[in-house]
């Protein structure tokens, strides 16, 4: 008792507090509209002065405390109750309608080339469309509809009818269309445009309901005639799962397949009622009423409008002209079908075709000129893998056709994942790496294949798609150094070398069927022209890996002959030696440090002559005037050291190039020794 008389306690504070809140509000807004009639500058068109502080605004009210917890848990509770329905003394839980809104809730437009929801509902009218197209007429020609069994054609009957009108009603007022180049997605103008079509008066058509002519002529299933409009939803149907499937050659074979047997199934239906016209089984050529009437009209469908042959002689002239009409009929539709199944499977094979035709001619092409059979076998693995990996020969003749976005979109899903886990191209913009994806060359080598021999010009990089290469080395070049799989590079260095005439330093041979990307140095320029960030990133990795791995040999090395093989090769002249001794193509250092001793010392002798005027100076002697010149006159052909005491010191030194490729810089200074 204490219990209730405290919650009604509770109760009327909660309700006594709403009510002082309520007529507070009336009272603020009674004043406020009062304030705007006495002042009249409030009301006048002109911008408002600033208010007095007697003037001023009321302030927006604070919302309403929330209700107590107790009364919240029993509003609640009460809710949860108007979902249980008592029947038989149970209690059964009833979901309220607005969750079963919320899962049938349908989107506020369709997109009909992605939306794979509305093709599955297009399938289900489809089949509604179909069962009309098949069963009316079997209904109205045999005698399949009986008072036993009208129950359950009525039954699918509506059925097919609800589904015909949530399409024209909720799905088709819903899909979006394009509009000079927009998609339009407005629930108004796609409703208007969808009754302004010509689907939709065919789709109204077919929900007719003629059906209601039953009660005055029967349960006669030629009233559902117009379901057979419906043709639109069915090829529509037909155009979205041709563009989602794999192999849509399949379900084209498939439908027209569909289209013959349905020719056939009309055909043996109008044979039938030929039959009962002219009476079950009075003449030779109507059916005879024995055995499955259904399979017995069907047999003479196909004989008569393929034009097989071995039928009953029609005996009167009604016979003669169905006949004739359907020899007619069979001859135009029966080679129009077989034309059409003969292009889906000729465009299902094309591929294959132009494959066999490329090999064949290929073929003709080595016969002709002799070619070693060995040579001609690999020529034919070459073809077999291609076509069993790729499905095509050439991938870059699939999207040459398309636009360079287009194409750029199938590269990064196909190959963006291989490239971008290489090292070389860390760090380089991402759009710089769109654009080599785009300039990449798929090469598929055979087993035992060179993708590149010791000693050639380098003028691309390899980055291995698909299987493994071996690099060679050692002395008779068939050791295995390094084995390089998926992901992995090779011929940088020459892509990135700063001087021309790059060559390989090893052999790489494919271990398997490897299918390699091929970069070439001209379109990576041609790329790195519009990125220079990473033309620096690329150029600072490309002088790194010529440090660690040394800079490549002329060419080839040559084995020695006769006893010198004997020996170990012969150790290089060091630099500075090399330097000091000369050559015939260059200036004999000799005589570069004469002139520069000569130079020196007439540096450090003090003239007398300088402390003279320059108007006074006497002018040179002969001998003076000759050796001036001689720093720049051609070397003498003795270049060799002068031996000679002086206090002068002879310093000489090596320092690399900061122009990578251009080896080291000879320095050669002389200084005066400090005399004791």
């Known amino acids: 008792m204490e219990n209730k008389i405290h919650q009604a306690w509770v109760t009327n504070e909660y309700a006594e507090a709403q009510l002082h809140d309520i007529v507070r509000r009336m009272q603020a807004r009674t004043a406020a509209y009062k304030e705007n009639l006495t002042d009249a500058l409030l009301s006048s068109p002109e911008a408002s002065p600033t208010a007095s502080p007697s003037k001023k605004k009321p302030q927006p009210l604070p919302p309403p405390p929330p209700p107590p917890k107790e009364e919240r848990e029993e509003g609640e509770a009460k809710l949860e109750e108007d979902h249980y329905c008592d029947m038989c003394c149970y209690k059964f839980k009833k979901p309220p309608l607005k969750k079963y809104l919320k899962i049938i809730r349908l989107p506020e437009s369709i997109d009909a080339y992605t939306d794979q929801h509305y093709v599955v509902w297009l399938l289900i009218v489809t089949i509604a469309y179909n069962w009309n197209c098949w069963f009316i007429p079997l209904r109205c020609m045999f005698p399949v509809q009986t008072s036993s069994n009208l129950f359950y054609w009525i039954i699918i009957d509506i059925l097919c009818d609800i589904c015909y009108l949530c399409d024209l009603l909720i799905f088709q007022p819903r899909k979006q269309f394009v509009k000079g180049g927009d998609i339009i997605a407005d629930k108004v103008e796609m409703k208007e445009f969808y009754q302004k079509s010509l689907k939709f008066r065919f789709d109204l058509a077919s929900v007719i309901p003629f059906d209601v002519l039953y009660i005055f002529f029967g349960f006669n299933p030629m009233f559902r005639a117009n379901r057979v409009l419906k043709h639109n939803t069915f090829f529509e149907f037909n155009d979205r799962l041709e563009a989602i499937l794999d192999k849509a050659y399949v379900y084209r074979v498939i439908r027209t397949t569909g289209y013959l047997l349905f020719i056939l199934h009309i055909n043996a239906c109008l044979y039938y009622w030929a039959s009962d016209y002219e009476g079950i089984g009075s003449t030779k050529w109507v059916y005879d009423g024995k055995g499955n009437m259904y399979l017995k009209c069907y047999y003479w469908a196909i004989r008569s409008l393929i034009t097989i042959g071995g039928l009953p002689e029609p005996q009167n002239l009604f016979e003669i002209i169905f006949q004739l009409l359907n020899y007619f009929l069979g001859v135009f539709v029966f080679s129009s079908l077989i034309g059409q199944m003969r292009d889906v499977i000729g465009a299902a094979t094309a591929g294959h075709n132009y494959y066999r035709s490329c090999m064949d001619n290929t073929v003709s092409y080595m016969n002709t000129y002799t070619i070693p059979r060995m040579v001609q076998n690999r020529v034919r693995n070459w073809y077999e893998y291609t076509w069993d ?277 000879l320095t050669v200074e002389v200084k005066e020794k400090k005399q004791e």
């Open 389 to 665: 990996s790729q499905g095509m020969l050439d991938e870059s003749e699939l999207v040459e056709q398309m636009p360079a976005k287009m194409q750029l979109a199938i590269a990064i899903d196909v190959n963006f994942a291989i490239v971008n886990k290489v090292d070389l191209f860390k760090g380089c913009d991402t759009q710089m790496i769109y654009d080599v994806l785009l300039r990449l060359k798929s090469i598929v080598y055979l087993p035992g294949d060179f993708v590149c021999k010791k000693g050639e010009i380098g003028r691309e990089m390899y980055i291995i798609k698909q299987g493994e290469v071996h690099v060679l080395g050692g002395p008779d070049g068939t050791k295995i150094l390094v084995t390089l799989k998926a992901g992995a590079v090779f011929g940088e260095i020459s892509l990135l070398a700063a001087g021309g005439g790059n060559r390989r330093t090893a052999n790489v041979v494919a271990h398997g069927f490897a299918n390699l990307f091929i970069l070439d140095k001209k379109s990576l320029h041609e790329i790195l022209v519009h990125y220079p960030d990473s033309k620096r990133i690329l150029m600072k990795k490309g002088r790194v890996l010529l440090k660690e791995k040394g800079k490549p040999s002329d060419g080839p090395n040559q084995q020695a002959r006769g006893l010198a093989s004997l020996f170990g090769p012969k150790p290089q002249t060091p630099k500075l030696f090399r330097a000091l001794l000369g050559n015939s193509s260059k200036e004999g250092i000799g005589m570069l440090l004469k002139l520069k001793i000569k130079q020196a010392d007439q540096e450090k002798k003090p003239d007398p002559e300088e402390k003279k005027p320059k108007a006074e100076a006497e002018p040179q002697t002969p001998s003076e005037q000759k050796e001036e010149p001689l720093a720049n006159s051609q070397p003498l052909p003795n270049s060799g050291l002068h031996r000679e005491i002086t206090n002068k010191s002879l310093i000489i030194t090596m320092s690399p190039s900061t122009t990578a490729g251009e080896g080291e810089i």
